[in-house]
């Protein structure tokens, strides 16, 4: 019996399915088994997966969303560990090897977790997701701690391996919550174990040019994401964790900003501004401050919207658009808008490095130094600005 499900769901995923089931069959760890299951696809996909049937075993259901496909998925799978990768998303070869390594050095851990990378359509890597942590086991009352606060940990999606007694001690995914199930998941795993990082980018999260926060949108996420907390706090309290009032304060201010981008991206101004204003009264200190979690959380929005080359067309736009939605009680954010254009320009400074673009590198370089003038204090900084200018003028003189 092998150790390791593996569990892809894909639904009208032809032209990408391929590769995750490859990324899959290439890991230097082959104690597995491949599930692939369709969500009732309307294209090719069956004929994609037909040449690798000697190599997994195929399903397929008619369509009930993502997470109905996971726990049909899991209901069928035999292993110790089971993965979940979707079929847009692909793993490096030694994913399922360094996860299963860091589960069986932490036996009271439930889940392990990987870094990823953020690539295009075209498979361009566009930079990488992480959070602070080192190889560690973290508590599980700390981890629900940092879920609920919007602080990334883990994504259920492609990057966590998750033991099977905690899984079935938990329950699967939630099918009433599509849209935010990855994270009602992890915060639940948390309750049943601890979390263990493998602080390494292992898999690779497609961004596609279809804007993601028309998507929440339609599936009305915003308020997905209040009963999200409220079903975690009620069972953290049911499992006798102690919550303290500020942390629930601070986790509904979170998810009513971020609410309220969603809102002011599709153009429901109104709907933006009275989630801003709710979100304030829940915990103003979110709001506090150039290095606040307002500012990250907008910063990183922004950023997002710049990869995944929307409509809006510049990040820049639409933080304009943010900062001019704020009621007049909240004008004095106003002055905070610098620094998330100094985080905003600044990210794009290490991405852009890393892709060795030296024209945007330079570009952004001025644009976070320009709104957030600390950053001339950064010898690293400025010693890749002036690599990437010397890069930059050279290829301008070769063309000439």
């Not at 997002?304 to 954010?333: E, G, I, K």
Request: glycine share 6%; net charge negative; hydrophobic share 40%.
């Amino acid at each position: 019996m092998s150790r390791v499900s593996v569990v892809i769901p894909t639904y009208n995923s032809a032209g990408t399915v391929v590769r995750a089931i490859e990324s899959v069959l290439a890991q230097t760890y082959q104690n597995f088994e491949l599930i692939v299951v369709d969500d009732g696809s309307t294209d090719d996909t069956q004929q994609q997966v037909q040449p690798y049937l000697n190599r997994l075993t195929y399903v397929w259901q008619e369509n009930q969303e993502r997470s109905a496909a996971r726990n049909h998925g899991i209901t069928i799978s035999r292993g110790e560990f089971i993965a979940f990768l979707d079929a847009d998303d692909w793993w490096l070869p030694q994913k399922l090897e360094k996860q299963v390594a860091a589960l069986e050095s932490y036996p009271t851990a439930g889940i392990a977790y990987t870094w990823m990378f953020k690539a295009d359509r075209d498979e361009n890597i566009l930079g990488l997701l992480k959070d602070n942590r080192s190889n560690e086991c973290i508590p599980g009352e700390e981890a629900f701690v940092d879920l609920a606060l919007g602080r990334r940990l883990t994504g259920a999606g492609s990057t966590a391996l998750v033991r099977r007694s905690s899984l079935e001690a938990a329950g699967g995914f939630d099918v009433a919550i599509p849209g935010p199930e990855d994270w009602e998941f992890c915060m639940r795993i948390a309750l049943y174990g601890d979390v263990v990082c493998v602080p390494e980018p292992l898999a690779i999260y497609q961004l596609w040019n279809i804007p993601s926060l028309s998507k929440l949108d339609q599936r009305n996420v915003q308020e997905k994401h209040l009963q999200v907390l409220e079903k975690a706090f009620a069972l953290a309290q049911e499992k006798g964790l102690v919550i303290n009032p500020n942390l629930k304060r601070q986790a509904w201010a979170h998810a009513l900003f971020y609410g309220a981008l969603v809102d002011f991206y599709v153009g429901k101004y109104h709907s933006g501004s009275q989630r801003l204003v709710t979100a304030h009264e829940h915990w103003s200190d979110y709001f506090q401050g150039p290095g606040s979690q307002f500012v990250k959380t907008l910063a990183g929005v922004a950023n997002t919207l710049w990869d995944t080359h929307t409509a809006l067309h510049d990040s820049r736009a639409f933080v304009d658009v943010v900062f001019a939605q704020f009621p007049t009680s909240l004008q004095y954010l106003q002055s905070y808008k610098r620094a998330v254009l100094g985080k905003l320009y600044a990210s794009r400074v290490f991405t852009s490095d890393e892709n060795e673009d030296s024209w945007r590198t330079v570009q952004a370089v001025c644009g976070a130094a320009y709104h957030q003038p600390s950053w001339l204090k950064n010898r690293g900084f400025w010693s890749i600005g002036a690599r990437a200018l010397g890069i930059a003028i050279k290829h301008k003189l070769l063309e000439r």
